[in-house]
């Protein structure tokens, strides 16, 4: 009987999946539209990232240093400017805020393009950096306009697998973006600057996309919702306005305090761009990987959210949430375990780490990076969900800030490219291969370190769960 059964079983499991994607055609065309331009957006977006460092000390001649203080500084404008893109878009609304924010983004990328590509032109270092400054409050207001819109186009129904189908384009946009890189430096062998031609290119597209199919503000309403529900029309205020009557919310605070709980797993990520590159040359050798390693999280978030999101419904936001970032905090604790213990070379070893790690920390973003957002959503008082999103891009964003200002010191103390042993220099590996280097003196502490902070977030995120989630509307 149950080997009869079995097959029927299955065959019934894999209908009732497929089936489940069903609920994304409650979405209206502006929510695909949305997502047009999130793919182009992110695209452009996640290859400046990557490519900036070398762009700016290539390209305008910048330091080492100052490349990294412009970065810095545009990610601290880009952090404090989320909470004031969000009172922006619930003002203006979805539409006017898109299109003034991609115009803007198509004039400054140009701009950024034109001195890159005038090699007499006076500081051109300190103009780009003015200009990438520049491009920070648009930069929020799009990230902010994105989930606001996500969580506008999708009714009850379908905002789980909306939220999860916006963080999916996202990561196929960071695929790409990636992939854009290699096609300027490698196949086109042209400047870095060129990266800006490709992003003015992007930006007239997501305007054009914008006028065509971004028409409608207002909330979607399933048919099984309330008929009152769906007339409901959130008070426009103006910013100060709405600035002050989110202060008074006990939402804000709640929230406030879950950001501060997940910076240390949100960091992780930003360890994948700032601190794992060096630490994989140092460790494996100049030959490693790193372009290989780096790709196995979006292209693994692309095909965990796909099969994810039909499922999405099934489970608590606030459960997937927390113990979606225990398996992100723990994915650095491979990495903490001294080589020796996996049996094999120094170079096999790490490569194993990698692997290790990057496997758990895509597993844990799939489950509760786009959660955060929609819990937000969910907690968020009507009329402000926008503002409440944009502070919940402020983990992402404070990562990247603290990280790019840390990673120096942490690479410095516990994985140099070279050390000092008995009055000597040798080089890390060296080091390393031949045991000279106490444990805390060795990369392993600093993930071990790392790791701790980030899962000790999320126990506190746990034991606080009933007051983290109170008048949440999911």
Partial sequence: MSQASSPRSAAKMIGDYFRDFGVLRETRAEFWGIQIVNILDCTFYFAMLTIASLFL??????????????????????????????????WLGIRKSLRFSMLAM???????????????????GLIAAVL???????????????????????TKRSRSAGFNLWY???????????????????QLKVANVHIFTM???????????????????????GSDEAREAAQEQPVRKRPLEIAKDVIHEPAFFRLIVLIALVLGVRAVYAYLYLLM???????????????VLNM????????????????????????????????????????????QWYGMGIAQAHYAMAILCMVLVTIGEVLWSPKLYEYTAAIAPKGQEGTYLGLSMIPWFAAKTFVSAFSGHLLERWSPETVTVDGAAMPLQQALVEN?????????????????????????????RRWLTKGAKA
């Fill in 199 to 221: 992003g003015v290119v992007l930006a007239m597209l997501c305007w054009i996309v914008a006028e065509l199919m971004i028409r409608r503000d207002d909330q979607l309403h």
């Fill in 132 to 154: 990438l400054v520049l491009m920070a409050p648009f930069m929020a207001a799009i990230q902010t306009i994105f989930q606001s819109a996500t969580q506008r186009y999708t």
């Fill in 106 to 124: 198509l004039l400054l990328r140009g701009a950024v393009l034109a001195v890159g590509l005038m090699p007499g032109l006076p500081h051109r």
């Fill in 57 to 90: 000390s290539q390209d305008l001649g910048m330091s080492d240093k100052n490349a990294g203080y412009t970065i810095a500084v545009f990610t601290s404008a880009t952090t404090i400017l989320l909470t004031f893109s969000g009172l922006v878009t619930d």
């Fill in 277 to 291: 590159p060096k630490y994989w040359e140092r460790t494996i050798g100049p030959d490693a990987a790193i372009g």
């Fill in 296 to 339: 196995i999280n979006p292209i693994g978030i692309v095909l965990g959210l796909i099969l994810f999101i039909p499922l999405a419904n099934k489970f608590r936001v606030f459960s997937m949430l927390v113990y979606g970032s225990m398996i992100s905090a723990l994915a650095l604790f491979p990495m903490a375990l001294p080589w």
């Fill in 436 to 464: 000279r280097l106490p444990y805390w003196q060795t990369p392993s502490a600093m993930w071990l370190w790392l790791g701790l902070y980030a899962f000790v977030g999320c126990l506190i995120a746990l034991f606080l």
């Fill in 168 to 186: 999916l384009f996202m990561n196929i946009g960071a695929a790409a973006g990636g992939a854009s890189i290699d096609i300027v430096r490698l």
